[in-house]
């Protein structure tokens, strides 16, 4: 059994560029959830994809945004990046509860430690 | 909005010692509590998850308790060793909302 990776583990961008996040979940899972870390803060919560669809998102402008692949990979994209952008971005993978989010036990990713200029 | 709480920040220890670690949380109706460990710079590692209906949950030297009514969790470690420092995060499902985390207890063991 595969554990959820993500890459790459560390990226350095500029303000204005924009930047592409992976994630491969756990074999099995079909839901993706990302998650944002500040430095010194509980994760917050994007979004979540449940089988290719966007079920879920936090308080996060359009600029963060997500795709979900068939064999449940994941990426996340984000534009325009923001010096507040700098964070460990999360990624967790989980199976789905009937009719809403998936809450059950997610498995986490390392991260990517993203640093913007 | 569900708002999830952890006291203390931070915890310095001797080895060997019993430990509590606290998490509230403001809204009672919840799905599950999560508990998760974070090493530096890493990822998160769950431990327990306790579900609703439950009242605790135990692995190896780890005990997790729920009290929904009082929007409480703890977890109890025993006989601490240098190897569980790490941050402590808490997290709390809803079931049709994302998890909600604390800022977690960074916990220090002295060997």
């Known amino acids: 059994e595969t554990g959820v990776t993500q890459s790459p583990t560390h990226l350095i961008k500029t303000r204005g560029q924009q930047v592409t996040l992976r994630c491969s979940s756990q074999s099995g899972h079909n839901t993706v959830s990302w998650y944002q870390q500040a430095l010194g803060q509980g994760p917050q919560f994007i979004f979540q994809y449940y089988r290719e669809e966007e079920n879920g998102r936090g308080n996060f402008p359009p600029r963060f945004s997500g795709l979900q692949f068939p064999n449940y990979s994941s990426e996340l994209n984000v534009n325009a990046l923001e010096l507040d952008d700098s964070a460990l971005y999360l990624c967790?993978?989980?199976?789905?509860?009937?009719?809403?989010?998936?809450?059950?036990?997610?498995?986490f990713g390392p991260g990517t430690r993203l640093t913007v200029l | 909005k569900q708002e999830v709480t952890q006291i203390p920040a931070a915890l310095s220890v001797p080895e060997g010692e019993n430990l509590v670690l606290n998490c509230s949380f403001t809204d009672s109706a919840i799905y599950n509590l999560q508990w998760f460990r974070q090493d530096p710079g890493k990822g998160l590692t769950s431990l327990l998850l306790i579900q609703s209906s439950q009242r605790e949950q135990t692995s190896g030297r780890l005990n997790a308790s729920l009290d929904k009514s009082s929007g409480r969790s703890t977890l109890y470690i025993a006989a601490s060793q240098p190897g569980d420092s790490a941050t402590y995060l808490c997290a709390v499902g809803s079931g049709n909302t994302p998890l909600v985390f604390g800022k977690g207890t960074r916990l220090s063991v002295i060997a």
């Open positions: 967790a993978s989980s199976l789905p509860l009937a009719g809403g989010l998936s809450t059950d036990t997610q498995y």
